[in-house]
């Protein structure tokens, strides 16, 4: 018997719920024991491993100038002192100087850089080794994104033109061994369009184009370009 003014609560479930209840307890200790007793061929301890800086044998950076900039090498343990790979115009006026980015195994750098008084940019690539330049025919946006392919024998960027009130860009690839550029994905009327990255096959380039409807990623695999997220 209770004692007077304490009352003993108990909660008052539908009859209609038990058989639900029941069937829910159920469906957990079913899964509960197969997360506890079932074999796993994965395991929990995951390892990421970075970069292996005792590979990296040079360091390449530029230094921009009022007339001319310079890429310039320097062995990473400062064994000797830097010298310069290269050197090319700068903007003058404009300001613009050149961008790069090394492809994978670093044995090329792609460079943009820009005339004085020019607004677009001009493609060369540069032998790490031997400091040779080789000039690639065109021009493109001097604040392209660059984009090397995974194996090293191809880079990606854009050149964008206007015509009739038409803003056009053009997706190209540049084979680094023979210097053929030849236009992969075209895009009207975006605001921003830029290679992002290739897979790990080298097989298909990412684009992320942003335009009205937002920013969408692309994906081009032999000439052929098709939306896989936005």
Do not use: C
Not at 80 to 95: D, N
Not at 158 to 170: A, P, V
């Amino acid at each position: 018997m209770n004692s007077p003014g304490i009352h003993r609560l108990y909660p008052h479930v539908p009859a209609a719920f038990i058989p639900i209840g029941l069937a829910v307890l159920a469906i957990i200790a079913t899964l509960f024991g197969w997360l506890v007793f079932a074999p796993s061929h994965v395991g929990t301890d995951v390892e990421f491993h970075g970069p292996d800086v005792s590979n990296i044998h040079s360091i390449a950076y530029t230094i921009p100038g009022e007339q001319f900039d310079n890429v310039v090498v320097q062995p990473a343990d400062g064994s000797t002192s830097p010298r310069v790979l290269a050197t090319f115009p700068s903007g003058g006026p404009t300001g613009v100087h050149m961008r790069g980015a090394a492809s994978p195994l670093g044995e090329t750098i792609a460079v943009l850089w820009v005339a004085p008084f020019a607004t677009r940019a001009n493609l060369s690539l540069v032998d790490t080794s031997t400091g040779e330049v080789r000039a690639i025919d065109g021009l493109f946006d001097s604040l392209s994104s660059i984009a090397w392919s995974s194996d090293g024998t191809r880079v990606a960027l854009t050149s964008t033109t206007e015509l009739d009130g038409t803003k056009r860009t053009n997706v190209h690839v540049v084979e680094r061994i023979s210097g053929v550029s030849r236009t992969v994905a075209s895009f009207e009327g975006a605001i921003d369009v830029a290679p992002v990255g290739y897979s790990f096959d080298s097989a298909r380039l990412y684009v992320v184009v942003v335009d009205v409807s937002g920013s969408n990623l692309y994906a081009e695999e032999a000439g052929k370009s098709s939306r896989v997220a936005g």
